[in-house]
């Protein structure tokens, strides 16, 4: 408090007189500006504690960071999850399991429920699509969606942690899923060995 009040007196007490030399005008501009900055700072130490906001971001980042390559945000601030596959098959399980994480505490035991759809098919058919959240993750181990997203389209994925208040967030053009789902690019040197076996024979 004591350092406050000497720094708000010389603060008041600093001035450029009209005749000066600029050597003396540069040096109390340097005095001002340090103790502009100094009293920034005692600021910031004033709170104790970071703000909701860059709590939020500094869990966000971390998350992030170690997890990296693994998971993405939501439309949710709260809420990361896995990324799908741009295009996958009807009815088959997910290469990883799909996984929710919460960057606020949520309780263990609370429920995850997974929905998708488009503007086509606003229902889409899910199998195994809840999972229980435990230590902020819930792991979705047998994911499936049974139902076609539609000719060039992709489903939106919701995810709602049923917490109290519930968080909800969305991974939007997740998946894409067809029939046959992606097609298994064809061998280029192929047709042109075969070819060659042809004319050698």
């Not at 005749?19 to 040096?27: A, D, M």
Request: with cysteine; proline share 6%; charged share 20%.
């Amino acid at each position: 408090m004591e350092l406050i009040l000497y720094m708000r007196s010389r603060q008041n007490t600093i001035s450029t007189p009209h005749h000066t030399s600029p050597y003396i005008t540069h040096e109390l501009g340097m005095e001002k500006a340090s103790l502009t900055r100094i009293q920034g700072n005692l600021g910031k130490l004033k709170f104790g504690h970071m703000s909701d906001i860059l709590l939020a971001e500094y869990t966000l980042r971390r998350a992030l960071h170690e997890h990296a390559g693994d998971l993405m945000v939501t439309g949710s601030p709260h809420i990361l999850c896995s990324t799908l596959p741009k295009h996958w098959r009807s009815n088959k399980s997910l290469p990883t399991p799909f996984r929710v994480v919460s960057l606020i505490p949520v309780p263990d035991g609370t429920r995850v429920v997974l929905t998708a759809g488009n503007e086509e098919r606003p229902f889409a058919e899910l199998k195994n699509a809840v999972a229980i959240m435990q230590n902020q993750e819930a792991r979705f181990n047998d994911l499936r969606f049974l139902g076609r997203s539609g000719r060039g389209k992709s489903f939106n994925v919701t995810i709602t942690v049923e917490s109290n208040p519930p968080q909800v967030g969305t991974y939007s053009r997740a998946i894409k899923v067809t029939v046959d789902g992606p097609r298994v690019p064809r061998n280029k040197y192929g047709k042109s060995n075969c070819i060659c076996f042809i004319l050698h024979h």
